[in-house]
C-alpha cells in the first residue's frame, strides 16, 4: 500500500505540522516502506503461534524480602535540624 505525498501532506495538516514538499515526498516513501513490511507480516502463518505478552521470558528479579540492620534512630534524629514527636519538623509548606 503506498502513502500520496497527498496523504502525507493531509496528515501533516490535522495533526498540525508544516512540512515542505520534499518532506512530504520523504515521509511518503517511508510510510508506504512502513505498510509494506506490515503487509510482509500479516502474511506469516501465525495459526499455531500462541500469543505472548513479552517477547522474552519474564521472571521476578524483585529481591527476597530480609529483615536487616539499618541506621539508629536516636543517631539519625540527633543530626536532624528539628525532631518532634519521634519525626522530623519540617516548614509548612502551602
Keep these: 500500500m503506498a502513502i500520496s505525498k497527498e496523504d502525507v501532506a493531509k496528515i501533516a495538516n490535522l495533526s498540525r505540522l508544516e512540512i515542505t514538499a520534499e518532506e512530504a515526498e520523504e515521509y511518503s516513501k517511508q510510510l508506504s516502506e512502513v505498510l509494506e513490511h506490515v503487509e510482509r507480516l500479516n502474511m506469516l502463518d ?6 505472548s ?14 529483615v536487616e540492620p539499618s541506621l539508629d534512630r536516636k543517631k539519625v534524629f540527633d543530626a536532624a535540624p528539628s525532631v518532634e514527636n519521634n519525626g522530623f519538623k519540617v516548614p509548612k509548606i502551602i
Design 46 to 51: 501465525t495459526e499455531n503461534i500462541e500469543p
Design 53 to 66: 505478552i513479552y517477547a522474552i521470558d519474564m521472571k521476578n528479579v524483585t529481591r527476597k524480602d530480609e
